[in-house]
């Protein structure tokens, strides 16, 4: 896989912590329990008597129409759901206000919703609106229409950009599997049928839901309230149909359930694990920035799971499919490993409005897969990463290393047993050879050669694309205070 964005080691802005050597220990899974036990029971149509517009229809109950059967329709109070003004970001609602006063309707949609309902922070927020995008663009100094096939606008406030949709653009390509989603909804008002054609066009339920900051009411055409009580990932259309149209939201779907500690419905799993070579389609850089979403902001381990037991980690991370073949991890294995171990102290130190650079993910796969070519002293490996913190002073980071005396973790196999290194000069020699391994195997994570080399043990992977030659380095600049 193509790495990029690597530059040489210098003090992280992470909190300090102990080295990762001596701080792994086993993590079970976070979930989203607890936030979901706070969601109030919803009935149907439980503020029906408030509306946007005086001659709205109330929201149909399920029923099956055009050959499918759709949940009930729901218009929540974002008061009795918890969402409050201030768990909004100032840029955004900067925008929300602008727009607003233009006289637009306006609304959060998809994932940040999700989050507020859960009580989470959103990575980013959403906007859709009412205006054309040239419309919006003329109201902001600073906005530019990006994409092509999806355009959207960027709005610039101070160093945030704000994401604007239009309703006016997102529904122009409905879903070749969903010919009526170009087709009103029976029993419905403009404005309903407005709402609901946008969200059948999103990829999950739970992100179906949509925001009127401006009336304090949440929409929920796609049952995606019902699915976060139940902490389930389901698709909006088939999910079959779903990713044959973009495979994308194969790895969006790995990404939400590694985050919210969700399962996937019955239906969702089995079509990721029977197109997930269909990936491959995406070119390297669209595949990057879905593998740093999973790996920088907080859910690394159990993105890492959940891509080995679909069958994706051979596909995007080849040499560390092999290493759990090597240490003979079922695809639903509960237990951990040493990589497992690493990415589970990453995600303590990070969130999803607190991801880290993609360097930082990239080193980490690095320098445990120079521990597994060969394994090293806990003393050393103590001292190394000591020494990345604090910018390279290898004598602070001796003398540190040195008056560490908790045991590390004896059962990984790319420790081994504590020897006792008593002199300096040794250590750093053996210190600086770590470093130089870590910065071969950066160069072999993106050479197919060595990349072939290691699935060899590995027969059942299909051939991975993901690998080029790369001019990266990650060598360390050690010195002596």
Same mark, same amino acid.
């Given at each position: !896989? ?42 149907? #149509? ?10 709205? /229809? ?26 409050? =003004?201030? !768990? ?26 999700? #989050? ?42 101070? #160093?945030? $950009? ?18 009526? *989603? ?6 419905? +008002? ?60 194969? &790895?969006? *779907? $790995? ?19 029977? @197109? ?19 790996? =920088?902001?907080?859910?690394?381990? *159990? ?11 051979? &596909? ?32 303590? @130190? ?13 080193? %980490? ?21 000591? =020494? ?6 290898? /004598? ?7 008056? %560490? ?33 870590? +910065? ?23 051939? /991975?694309?993901?690998? /080029? ?13």
């Amino acid at each position: !896989m193509a790495i990029v964005g690597i530059s040489n080691v210098t003090r992280t802005s992470l909190p300090f912590r102990p080295p990762f050597v001596f701080a792994c220990r086993r993590a079970g899974r976070r979930s989203s329990a607890a936030a979901l036990e706070t969601l109030p029971e919803i009935t149907h #149509d439980p503020v029906d008597n408030v509306s946007e517009n005086p001659a709205s /229809s109330p929201p149909p109950k399920a029923k099956v129409w055009q050959g499918r059967c759709w949940p009930e329709w729901k218009m929540m109070s974002s008061k009795e759901l918890g969402i409050k =003004a201030s !768990m909004i970001t100032k840029p955004t609602k900067l925008v929300l206000d602008e727009l607003k006063k233009k006289g637009y309707d306006v609304y959060l949609v998809g994932g940040c919703v999700r #989050d507020l309902v859960m009580k989470r922070t959103p990575k980013d927020f959403d906007i859709i609106t009412s205006a054309h995008l040239s419309e919006v663009k003329k109201t902001f100094s600073r906005c530019d229409i990006v994409g092509k096939r999806f355009p959207i606008c960027h709005v610039h406030v101070k #160093d945030s $950009i704000v994401e604007v949709s239009s309703f006016c653009t997102s529904g122009r390509t409905p879903s070749k599997g969903l010919v009526y *989603a170009t087709r009103s909804h029976q029993d419905c +008002n403009e404005h309903d049928n407005m709402r609901w054609r946008n969200c059948l066009a999103r990829d999950f339920t739970i992100n179906g839901l949509m925001f009127n900051p401006f009336s304090n009411l949440v929409y929920d055409y796609m049952g995606g309230m019902e699915d976060i009580k139940k902490a389930k990932v389901r698709t909006v259309i088939p999910a079959y149909t779903s990713f044959q149209e973009d495979c994308a939201r194969i &790895l969006r *779907a $790995i990404r939400i359930a590694a985050r919210l500690g969700f399962r996937f419905s019955k239906e969702t799993a089995h079509s990721i694990k029977d @197109l997930a070579n269909s990936i491959m389609r995406l070119d390297k850089g669209r595949l990057l920035m879905e593998m740093n979403y999973m790996l =920088a902001y907080g859910s690394a381990e *159990a993105s890492l799971r959940l891509l080995w037991k679909f069958g994706l980690l051979e &596909l995007l991370l080849p040499i560390q499919a092999a290493y759990f073949v090597s240490q003979g991890f079922r695809r639903r294995d509960k237990r951990s490993n040493m990589l497992l171990a690493l990415f589970s102290n990453l995600d303590r @130190l990070l969130a999803p409005d607190k991801p880290c650079h993609s360097c930082l993910w990239v080193g %980490i796969l690095a320098f445990h897969q120079a521990l597994v070519n060969e394994p090293r002293d806990p003393l050393v490996i103590a001292t190394f990463t000591l =020494a990345l913190h604090n910018g390279g002073d290898l /004598s602070e980071a001796i003398s540190i290393a040195r008056r %560490i005396n908790h045991p590390h973790y004896v059962s990984f196999p790319e420790l081994v047993e504590a020897r006792g290194i008593d002199d300096d000069e040794e250590l750093t020699k053996q210190v600086q050879d770590l470093a130089c391994s870590v +910065n071969c195997s950066l160069r072999a994570m993106t050479d197919e050669y060595f990349v072939s080399k290691a699935m060899i043990n590995y027969p059942q992977a299909p051939h /991975s694309d993901l690998v /080029s030659n790369s001019n990266v380095s990650v060598e360390p600049h050690f010195h002596h205070s």
